[in-house]
């Protein structure tokens, strides 16, 4: 099943996102059969302020763990984390589902 993490940076935080990047980028690099898509979210100058996981796990409670480990989540970057079951409608310009 999929689901949607949607992450809120804490405000002032940008360099605390900067020092753990490549630990985070190493954690996905090791879930990659987990990952449907992920980047950052960006503000209005581009500069990231959050992050959008796509990502398959069993259930919700397995969707948290992976939230959990990410170091990211570890060194208390984020303000806020939401996780949401998630159907893909479309994909490279197709409709795959109802």
Do not use: C, W
């Not at 960006?42 to 969707?63: F, M, N, T, W």
Request: charged residues 20%.
């Amino acid at each position: 099943m999929l689901f949607a993490i949607t992450n809120l940076d804490r405000p002032g935080s940008a360099d605390l996102r900067a020092a753990t990047r490549d630990v985070h980028l190493g954690y996905l690099d090791g879930v990659l059969a987990q990952l449907a898509f992920a980047g950052p979210l960006l503000d209005a100058d581009g500069k990231p302020v959050g992050s959008l996981l796509i990502v398959e796990a069993a259930d919700q409670a397995a969707a948290e763990a992976f939230a959990a480990a990410d170091p990211y989540a570890k060194a208390g970057l984020f303000e806020s984390v939401t996780i949401r079951p998630y159907r893909l409608v479309y994909k490279d310009g197709a409709r795959v589902a109802a």
